[in-house]
Each structure stands twice: as structure tokens, then as C-alpha cells.
């Protein structure tokens, strides 16, 4: 006999002669007996709808299924880009955030027909299913307790998901009974504990997604007029214009109605003060992450401004990029609170309600504008005497030399202070700020953009010097990455109090892709409408004042063609994509840069160097976004999920270094 047979044996004897003692009551046996040997079945789960940002389940799927079989956030992109025939998929979520018009977070939000607190939610949906070798016709009595309420109790088929909301920061027990038949039934077990990461999203014009409008401009085929500085019939020039305007194309009239006009017929951003976008590189990183993890959710709070430095944008107040269109009008403030004290207040708030709230992850991209980057575009593109001589006077135009000046003086004592004002806004560990660095803009091949007109017709005055671009880019390349990097992570003379406390983990992977996707890139593969209408040699545009009211493209192809998020070699924008993407008019510009009316050439240049020239294009943000993944997952001891539902425990975050 074998050792597991006289086990067994044993067993049994003793049984027997419990029952057969005097005064020993035999134990009733159940009438019904659960299998308790290893079984084929699993319970699986995951949260619905868990980048929260979004009110409704179907914009979250959308995602999700671009991302699917492990897909890169930049694959699922252009195919999202295909899908939507380049009209962009965050076109028609505007209205679907948890975002008021004026850009504000929703509180409560109503997700999925349920009223939640956005940024302390109480409960979380979850899917749960039973997985494996299923029988056929099975029957499953699901449990659900969390230890505050009586167990929920609901029986029904296998092949069915239940559905229901785990408490927040809870760990609830799900049980299933699953009965087939003539079989004993078997039980699986399992706990749910979701995990909410709070992430927040700072810094400038890289970091809210600037050029990218949620939804880009609707174009008019006819032509615009616009005045250039020197006016009279000789010096104004013909673009085309907003789809839907109701207004005087024609230069020689112009009033407030039709500023209002113009307005209602803009680009749309989630918010227009500060040119916030869906394609962000941040937004990106942030749903990915809920994707990939389907046993977490994600809040996210974007608070990232285009325009934004150190001191006025994460310190200070800011002016405004554009005003917002509401249901009650236009809401025009002129400038747009700090970025740290709205993080601060939006923690505070989130303690008060719900003690040990506090925020996983800060992602920073900031000191562009510092040094007036902005300035050096200008530098580069604005050619002509008269309009170069008045951007000069008007601070529209920067120079490398006060760029260099301000990065070895400024920049780096301005950073120490950005370091102490976040460093306990993450338990004072700033590993937990993710700073995802610049790309160089102006590379092809590893080399400096040759210049000219390509790309910048859009306005008779640019010209991409080819070296003066050479010299900005060449800066940007070896002397402000570089010193960006150190600052980030407490390198080379970096002032830091604490290297091991306020090193920063930072992301610069995507560089070396966009040394081949600058603002000059072309390929045979770019849309049909740019090969034929944005001219290699500058030549998009009819001269003729009065061919070009009618059309202003000299291919002859009317403008509403033009599609701003379909794929193409460049992941730059040129000043011809800004303006055809969103047309930028900065009526919340303060004095003396804000244009008198729609139709002066004032806005033209400020359009282009505010308006997302020279900014990456949502294909730019996604390869972005594709490198901050990993390192966002590696902060959060995230590990990257396949898609589709799991029943592993997620790992807690690790604590704070103090």
C-alpha cells in the first residue's frame, strides 16, 4: 500500500471509531459539497471607464482598442488619425470631460449616468467575469462583500459579466458558487482593491499640446483678406478663412459683431485660455497608463498652460491665449491663475474630503519660454524689414545671445525654486516628477532644416533664414537640452540641496526619433493636399488679389481638404499647419501686441509664433508619450499590463523617501 492510500486509510479508521465512541455526536455532513480540489476556473476583473477624465465609457473604449495587442501610443494614433479621415478622434469628446467650458474640473462629474466626486471618488465600476474551462449552461451565484454593507448576492449565467462599484480604498471578496449540472458546484474566490492614481500635469506650451485644437478649425475655401503693415490695395494679401464665419471678408470693413463672429468659428480646445489638448503628450501618458492597467484608474488633472514659465505660469499668473467660447458668450479673463496654487488648492480639497488623498505622479515639461523660445521662432521666420524692425520694438523677436544669457543665469536658480515648491507636493521625493524633455524641432537627418519659404508662406513676411535657424537649432541641440537635463537631475552644476531627494526622473528617449520628423520633413506618403498645395519652393498661394478671394491655393484644391491630423513625415508644425490647424487669433494678447481687427497682419505673425509653429503634432505628441510610459510605470512600480482584464493584485506605491 502507498503512502497516499494508508493516509486515507487512517483517515477513515479514525472517523470510524470517532462515530463508534460513546457520547461522540457524528457530524451531519452538507447536503451540498463544494470542489475543493485545483479547478480550471479564474476570476478576472478590471475598472470600466478608468481614465476618469472621460464622462463616458464609449471615448475610453476607443482608446482601448487602439492600444490593444500592446500597440504604441504612436501606432494607435495614426490609426486613430486614419479612422477619423484626419479630422482627429478628440473632436466630438469637448462636451464628454469632466472640464467646464472655462477649463475648470467638473465637481461632481456625471460618469457613465452616475454622479461622482472627480477628484475624491468614493467608488470605482468594476467588470468581474468568470474565466477558464466554463461549463456549458453553468449557473454562477456571485458574493460581493466589502465589510460595510450586508454581501450583495445575484445569480446568474456564466457567460455573463457582473457588474458592480468597488469601494474606494477598500478591499472587497468576490466569491463564485458555479453549479453544472450533476456535479458537486465549485467555488472561486478572489479579492478587488483598486488602486486611483492621482496624477497631475504641468508646465507650457509642450506640455498642454499646443497646435493640436481638440477640434482644428473648419476652413472656408474662399479667400481672407489680410492687411500687411505698410497697407493700401498693393499690401494685403488673401488666405483662406474660418468655415461658418458670418462677417466682411474684404479688408475694408471690420467690427466687433464680426470679432464675434470670428471668434464662434474657432478652433476648439477643452480650454482656449491656456490651448490645453486631448493630444497632449501628458493626456497620452495618462490614458495609456489606464489602458495598459486594467485594475487602476486614473485622475487626471491638467493644468499645463501654453505660454507658461517658471515664474509666470507655475509661480505666477499668466495672460491668457485665447477666450473662451460658452454657451453665455465669450469668457475673456486676459489671465489664467498659477499652476502650483491650483494644484495646491485641488490638493487641499482632496484632503478635506477624503484623508490620505495625495498625488502619485507630477509630469513637467517647463523652461522653453524661459529662455523665449517663442522670441527665437520669431527670430528665424520674421524676414521682412517693416514687420522685422516692429516685432523687435515689441518683444516679439529673440536673439540667442539673451537666450544663452538667461540659461546660464536665470534658468538655474528659478529651477531650484520650482524643485522646493514641488518637493512636498510629492511626500518630498521628486523622483515622483516625471520631467519629459524638449525635442529638437528643426532636424532632418540628424542635421539643421535647410530654411527658406516651405512651410511658412503662410504669411508674406516669413522666411526660415536658413542661418539663423541653423544657430537656434544648433543652441537648442548642444547647449539648452543638455543644461535642461542637468537642472532636471541634479547634474553637472545643478543647485540641489538634496541630489537623492530632488533628482527628477526624466525622459528624453523620443529625441532620436524626431532627428527625422522636423518641420521639414516630406514624404510620398504625406497626404495628397500637402504634396500638391503646401509648395517645396514657397509658392502656395495665389498673388493675385483678385483670383485669391475667390481661391487663395494655387493647386486649386479648396482648403476645407486640408486634414490636421492625418499622418505625415513631419511631427512638427510648420506655420502653414498652425494656421491651417487651428488659425490662432490672441484676442486675450495683451497690449501693444493684440491686433486691431481680424484683418490685421498683426495676428498673421502672431498666429505662428503663439499658435503652434514649431510645436509637435499629435503624431510627435504620441512618440512622446511612448517614451514617458515606461518611465511614468516604473515611478507608479506600474508593471505594463497586456490589454485586457487580470486578476493579479496591483503593487502599492512605494513610500516616499523622507
Known amino acids: 500500500m502507498n503512502r497516499s492510500r494508508a493516509y486515507v486509510f487512517v483517515v477513515a479508521m479514525l472517523l470510524l471509531a470517532g462515530a463508534a465512541l460513546p457520547g461522540r455526536a457524528v457530524a451531519q455532513l452538507p447536503q451540498v459539497q463544494f470542489q475543493q480540489m485545483p479547478s480550471a476556473l479564474s476570476i478576472t476583473w478590471e475598472v470600466r471607464n478608468r481614465f476618469r477624465l472621460f464622462k463616458e465609457e464609449r471615448d475610453f473604449r476607443l482608446q482601448a482598442d487602439a492600444l490593444s495587442s500592446g500597440q504604441s501610443i504612436l501606432a494607435s494614433e495614426q490609426a486613430l488619425a486614419v479612422q477619423s479621415d484626419g479630422r482627429g478622434w478628440a473632436r466630438n469628446m469637448i462636451g464628454r470631460l469632466c472640464i467646464d467650458a472655462t477649463g475648470r474640473v467638473t465637481e461632481p462629474c456625471t460618469r457613465d449616468s452616475v454622479k461622482e466626486s472627480y477628484l475624491t471618488p468614493q467608488d470605482h465600476p468594476v467588470t468581474v467575469r468568470l474565466a477558464g474551462e466554463v461549463p456549458v449552461g453553468a449557473t454562477c451565484a456571485w458574493t460581493v462583500e466589502d465589510g460595510e454593507a450586508n454581501p450583495r448576492t445575484q445569480t446568474i449565467d456564466c457567460n455573463e459579466p457582473l457588474n458592480f462599484r468597488a469601494r474606494y480604498g477598500r478591499t472587497t471578496n468576490v466569491t463564485v458558487d458555479v453549479s453544472s449540472g450533476a456535479d458537486a458546484p465549485q467555488r472561486v474566490a478572489t479579492q478587488i482593491a483598486v488602486r486611483d492614481i492621482f496624477i497631475a500635469g504641468l508646465g507650457d506650451s509642450i506640455a498642454s499640446g499646443e497646435g493640436n485644437p481638440d477640434r482644428a478649425v473648419e476652413l472656408s475655401d474662399d479667400g481672407f483678406c489680410f492687411r500687411s503693415y505698410l497697407g493700401g490695395p498693393a499690401n494685403i494679401y488673401f488666405r483662406p478663412g474660418r468655415a461658418k464665419f458670418k462677417g466682411a471678408r474684404a479688408c475694408d470693413t471690420s467690427d466687433g459683431q464680426s470679432l464675434q463672429n470670428w471668434q464662434a468659428a474657432g478652433a476648439q480646445w477643452f480650454n482656449a485660455a491656456c490651448h490645453r489638448s486631448l493630444y497632449s503628450y501628458q493626456t497620452r501618458t495618462a490614458i495609456a497608463l489606464a489602458v495598459r492597467n486594467p485594475q487602476i484608474a486614473v485622475t487626471y488633472l491638467p493644468l499645463a498652460c501654453t505660454g507658461a514659465t517658471i515664474a509666470q505660469g507655475l509661480f505666477g499668473s499668466q495672460s491668457a491665449r485665447e477666450c473662451a467660447v460658452t454657451r453665455s458668450g465669450f469668457n475673456c479673463t486676459g489671465t489664467v491663475n498659477a499652476q502650483i496654487a491650483e494644484l495646491r488648492e485641488a490638493l487641499n480639497a482632496a484632503a478635506s474630503r477624503q484623508p490620505g488623498r495625495t498625488l502619485d505622479l507630477i509630469m513637467l515639461s517647463i523652461g522653453a ?290
Request: hydrophobic fraction near 40%; charged fraction near 20%; aromatic fraction near 8%.
Open 369 to 658: 519660454n524661459d529662455i523665449n523660445f517663442s522670441g527665437l521662432v520669431a527670430d528665424i521666420i520674421v524676414d521682412s524689414g517693416t514687420e522685422r524692425t516692429l516685432s523687435q520694438r515689441s518683444g516679439v523677436i529673440g536673439t540667442v545671445d539673451a537666450a544663452r544669457d538667461i540659461l546660464q543665469r536665470e534658468l538655474p536658480a528659478d529651477f531650484g525654486k520650482m524643485r522646493q515648491a514641488l518637493k512636498p507636493l510629492v511626500g518630498g521625493d521628486l523622483s515622483r516628477v516625471m520631467y519629459v524633455s524638449y525635442a529638437n524641432p528643426a532636424l532632418l537627418n540628424g542635421a539643421p532644416c535647410p530654411g527658406g519659404r516651405a512651410g511658412f508662406d503662410i504669411h508674406p513676411t516669413f522666411n526660415a533664414d536658413p542661418q539663423r535657424l541653423s544657430d537656434v537649432t544648433n543652441f537648442v541641440q548642444s547647449e539648452f537640452l543638455p543644461r535642461i537635463k542637468q537642472l532636471a537631475t541634479c547634474s553637472g552644476n545643478a543647485l540641489c540641496a538634496d541630489a537623492k531627494t530632488e533628482r527628477m526622473t526624466f525622459v528624453d528617449q523620443h529625441q532620436s526619433s524626431f532627428a527625422d520628423h522636423g518641420f521639414c520633413a516630406r514624404a510620398e506618403t504625406d497626404p495628397p493636399f500637402d504634396q500638391q498645395c503646401f509648395s517645396p519652393k514657397g509658392e502656395s498661394f495665389v498673388t493675385d488679389i483678385v483670383d485669391a478671394a475667390n481661391n487663395p491655393l494655387a493647386c486649386g484644391a479648396g482648403a476645407s481638404e486640408f486634414r490636421a491630423y492625418a499622418p505625415r513625415a513631419r511631427w512638427v508644425r510648420d506655420a502653414n499647419d498652425s494656421y491651417f490647424a487651428a488659425m490662432t487669433y490672441p484676442q486675450a494678447t495683451r497690449a501693444p501686441n493684440r491686433p486691431g481687427d481680424i484683418h490685421d497682419a498683426t495676428w498673421g505673425i502672431l498666429s505662428a509664433v503663439y499658435g503652434g509653429a514649431i510645436h509637435p503634432t499629435a503624431e510627435g505628441h504620441a512618440a512622446m508619450a511612448d517614451a514617458a510610459l515606461p518611465a511614468a510605470s516604473a515611478v507608479l512600480n506600474l508593471g505594463i499590463q497586456p490589454a485586457g482584464v487580470t486578476s493579479e493584485p496591483i503593487a502599492p506605491l512605494a513610500p516616499a523617501q523622507q
